[in-house]
């Protein structure tokens, strides 16, 4: 079956850094999604990788291992607005998004 | 408007009514699709469609059904609630259905069945 695992939960203090784990076992891979979403709305993208390694967005960067199934999402210099649940979606060989239940983060000041 | 809408915002529904879940986009995008969230589960797919006059299956397709007569629009009709169709119901769309495509979302419509 295809299976999308991340923690339930995490908090963290504001300025910190905080890493979100995303393992996966899918039909196929055709790239990993995080998705950002604030309570009461809707996801919004975040970052994608399809190849191995690391990619930086600003305060925000993505990690794939697609041999250990595995990805993470780190954030630096939290902040107050970076309390939101974050998604891990992977996509099949059929192109379709296989959702994760999401990593619910919690910035204390 | 630019983005995805979505009608209604919410909406109380009783068991046995009909009820048809609206979704417009103006981006022009060929791949529509529809999902349900719930609380401890993932986004889950319900139908999608990769371009106009084309419907698919998703995940959980039962007591759902999808048109798609035009680019823009791409309802979602509940034929007969049931209380296990209450949720939160995401409309998204991407450029093409294809590889590294990003789905932009609209902002939901809440169901509540009764």
């Known amino acids: 079956g295809q299976n999308i695992d991340q923690p339930t939960e995490m908090t963290a203090t504001e300025g910190a850094i905080v890493q979100i784990n995303c393992t996966y076992q899918?039909?196929?891979?055709?790239?990993l999604f995080w998705y950002q979403q604030h309570a009461g709305e809707a996801p919004t993208f975040l970052s994608y990788?399809?190849l191995d390694g690391l990619e930086e967005k600003g305060r925000f960067s993505s990690f794939l291992s697609r041999s250990k199934g595995y990805s993470y999402l780190l954030l630096k210099e939290l902040q107050m607005k970076d309390s939101a649940s974050y998604l891990c979606?992977?996509?099949?060989?059929?192109?379709?998004?296989?959702w994760g239940a999401g990593t619910k983060l919690i910035i204390k000041p | 408007i630019a983005g995805i809408t979505q009608a209604p915002t919410s909406q109380i529904l009783a068991a046995g009514r009909r009820m048809t879940l609206r979704c417009t986009q103006d981006m022009r995008h060929n791949a529509m699709y529809w999902y349900r969230q719930d609380l401890g589960l993932g986004l889950r797919l319900i139908h999608y469609s990769n371009t106009a006059g084309t419907t698919g299956k998703g995940e959980v397709p039962d007591g759902y059904s999808v048109s798609r007569a035009n680019t823009d629009d791409f309802p979602l009709t509940l034929a007969s609630a049931v209380p296990s169709q209450t949720s939160v119901y995401f409309c998204?769309?991407?450029?093409?259905?294809?590889?590294?495509?990003?789905?932009?979302f609209g902002p939901g419509t809440r169901l509540l069945v009764l």
């Open positions: 899918t039909s196929g891979f055709n790239g």
């Open positions: 990788n399809v």
């Open positions: 998204a769309s991407s450029p093409i259905a294809g590889a590294q495509e990003t789905q932009y």
């Open positions: 979606a992977v996509q099949d060989s059929n192109y379709q998004l296989i």
